[in-house]
């Protein structure tokens, strides 16, 4: 038996410290912001190297807030890849404004920026970069091309905590970035929590107030914000996991380079090729590999990797069914993220614009399987899941 994600080991090894934060704050008699939530952003924007770190309720809270900072609203489009989670995108419709969908690549899973271009209106006013499962967008188009147009690019690291796109921090190269530390994220809570990353100076001010209901002084209000705050408790225990992030995203390098090298010995298994990118390390051409069955993911050599996710294509109609259920079978766990892109979600049939060329996203949303990959997962667990991979192609 594997299941797909399990915490508590992870947890009762920092037992005393967690108790430690929970001491800390039970004594204080401060249960929302203060000194523990403004110590925990400090250590994170050192952590990634981001000038100004701001706690906040939820990964989405903070792309909400961002896109609110931003003056987002009706009238305005935003770029989104139409393979992401549900958030990136419904943080622009809740404030009336547009998404409008973008293809993916499908070695990186990430926004194709080439795509993008075609998509740019007068209108446009934003580009959401989503780094999805762990490795960063392709930011140095995502920068030229919002330079052109005089976008802003809101970064979704939600499943990115830590990962690197050319020696920079993820979250900290666009206009805002969002963290989020849901407990199955890379860096997860006891509970809701994110963070929104900015290095600008007056940007900064804008989200911190808005974060409070837009309040400045108490109970002057000059904007309209939201409730967007975190939780003292959330940030204690946070902060207590936080020297440990390295050492777990080790480990699930390590169970990613396991699997790659294990299950790329099949003949009916390949790796991604690089070559076949949306981003400009190659061509971007968009050919589907041979006669490979399952196309396992790749870390680029210019990218730090997080693997929040290990997501594989199988291909074949019916196969990705069928391996999920011979996963499951023998008790592995498997997990489809996603398998619907966003451009055919019911809530977004008359708001959203783009729907073209969006053939990646929906091949994408038919094949892929993620697998476990959490720290604790170990070898003889690791070992499992690849047989059992392997073992249903026979
Ligand atoms: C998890 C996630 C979010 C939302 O974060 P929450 O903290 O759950 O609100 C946004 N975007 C992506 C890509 C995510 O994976």
Known sequence: MVPLFDLREQHEALGEELN?????????????????????????????GVRHAIGV?????????????????PGDEVLCPAFT???TAGSVARLGATPVWVDVCPVCYNIDVQAAEAKVRPQTKAIMPVHLFGQAADMDSVQ???????????EDAAQAVGAKYRGKAVGGIGDFGALSFFPTKNLGAFGDAGMLLTNEDVL??????????????????????????IDSLQAALLAAKLPHLDTY??????????????????????????EDCCCPIAQPSHPVEG????????????????????????????QRQALRDFLADRKVGAEI??????????????????????????????????????PELGEARRTEVAEAILAFLG
Request: proline content about 4%; hydrophobic content about 40%; charged content about 20%.
């Open 249 to 274: 995203t080790a480990k699930r390098r390590e169970n990613a380079d396991y699997y790659t090298d294990t299950l790329r010995q099949h003949p009916r298994i390949a790796v991604a090729k690089p």
């Open 57 to 73: 309720s939820s990964g989405t809270d903070a792309l909400l807030l961002a896109l609110m900072a931003l003056d987002i609203g």
């Open 144 to 154: 030229t091309l919002a330079d052109r147009y005089n976008l802003a690019v809101v």
């Open 337 to 374: 993220y996603y398998p619907l892109s966003l451009d055919k979600q019911a809530c977004f049939k008359d708001t959203s614009k783009g729907n073209f060329g969006l053939d990646t996203s929906h091949i994408l949303a038919d094949e892929v399987l993620s697998i476990p990959i959490f």
């Open 85 to 87: 989670f549900f958030a």
């Open 204 to 229: 900064v001010v804008k989200a911190r107030q808005l974060r409070v209901h837009g309040m400045e002084p108490k109970y002057f209000h000059a904007m309209v914000g939201g409730n967007f705050r």
């Open 291 to 318: 006669e490979a069955a399952i196309i396992l993911p790749v870390a680029y050599p210019h990218n730090e990797h997080v693997w929040n996710q290990y997501t594989i294509r199988v291909r074949g109609k019916g």
């Open 20 to 48: 430690a934060a929970f001491q800390r704050v039970f004594t204080s008699g401060r249960y929302i912001l203060g000194g523990e939530v403004e110590a925990f952003e400090q250590s994170m924007a050192d952590y990634l």
